[in-house]
């Protein structure tokens, strides 16, 4: 009881009963209340189960037929509680019998919960807040899981009887997004390159992603799509033009034949500059670097051939006289 209580408050109590059969009221709040499952400590051992000790006087009972595994002294256990036919609590480690199905969660809303069970070919059964029933199917648990581990997931199915499917992945399209910026990393680690595809086994995948099969084919299919990589039977590669990517050893690649072509074009360009003339064709060009017509230079061949005769001819007719 509070010490400044007064006659006419109202109090939160927990009620319980003692071992003598009485309800006991206490203001005291135990470390597990029902609805909720905890982490609690065996006290002592017996003939007929354990005794856990739940933060009040009387230690709160665990029966053998609600033990799950061997239970030691002093050991800790994930447990919740009901109510048995004596009226009284008790503890179980079978939670499937106390977790709620009528959780306000969504398709998409992020929770946390705690594993408290594997169940091979079936998944991971999770305790969503301490308090509703969710399952991790087997093909979305991608590393090793173990009883009380803490998880953060999301919710991705609610079924008709209110159990939630819970996966460990982002929503779809924002989880293929984070898959293909992980592919993209360990790529430009890489130096651009990946031997791995669509063709490469699981475990390979795994060990170089961390990711499974089918996350690494959506990833890189979309990377695909986006002109990013391009896929071979050697594996993925980052597509150079579209990516923006260049190797940082070797740089882009380059056409010798081209370069040399254009070598020699800018050599005579710049030869001719040099030079003063604006082609190479030298012999139409005069000395102030001006084109000579076609024309005026066969006129002036014609000319001073017809004047050559003239003087072979008046030269013949001085003789004679």
């Keep these: 009881m509070p010490e400044d209580a007064q006659s006419g408050d109202k109090i939160t109590v927990f009620v319980y009963r003692d071992s003598s059969d009485r309800k006991i009221a206490t203001t005291k709040r135990p470390k597990i209340v029902m609805g909720e499952i905890a982490y609690l400590k065996v ?24 033990q799950v595994g061997d239970i030691k ?8 509680l009901y109510i048995d036919k004596s009226d009284r609590l008790c503890a179980t480690m079978n939670l499937f019998k106390v977790l709620k199905t009528d959780s306000p969660y969504k398709v998409n809303d992020m929770v946390k919960g705690t594993v408290f069970s594997l169940k091979r070919g079936l998944g991971a059964m999770v305790a969503v807040d301490g308090k509703y029933l969710g399952l991790i199917h087997e093909g979305e648990i991608l590393k ?10 999301r919710v991705s199915n ?36 990946l031997k791995l595809n669509d063709e490469s086994s699981p475990e ?27 896929i071979t039977r050697e594996g993925i590669r ?28 800018t050599s005579r ?8 003339y604006k082609t190479s064709d030298n012999r139409n060009m005069n000395k102030d670097g001006e084109r000579k017509s076609y024309s005026n ?14 003087k072979e001819r008046n030269s013949t007719t001085n003789k004679r006289k």
């Design 204 to 230: 390979a995948i795994y060990e170089s992603l961390n990711m499974s099969k089918g996350s690494f084919k959506k990833a890189i299919g979309r990377l695909m799509k986006k002109g990013i990589i391009d």
């Design 144 to 153: 090793p899981m173990r009883p009380g581990d803490e998880v953060e997931l």
């Design 73 to 80: 002294l002093n050991g800790e256990y994930l447990v919740g």
């Design 297 to 310: 230079f066969k006129n002036n061949e014609v000319r001073q051939s017809y004047n050559d005769k003239n």
């Design 158 to 193: 609610v079924k008709e009887d209110g159990k939630l499917d819970l996966s460990l992945k982002d929503a779809p399209r924002l989880q293929i997004d984070k898959d293909g910026e992980k592919v993209l990393s360990v790529l430009m680690k890489n130096k651009g390159q």
């Design 269 to 276: 360009s710049n030869d001719s500059r040099n030079s003063g």
């Design 43 to 66: 006290a002592e051992m017996s003939r007929i189960g354990a005794f856990m000790n739940w933060g009040l006087e009387k230690d709160l009972f665990l029966p053998f037929k609600e």
């Design 238 to 265: 980052l597509a150079e033009k579209k990516s923006g990517y260049e190797n940082k050893n070797h740089g882009p690649k380059t056409d010798y034949k081209n370069v040399d072509r254009n070598n020699k074009r």
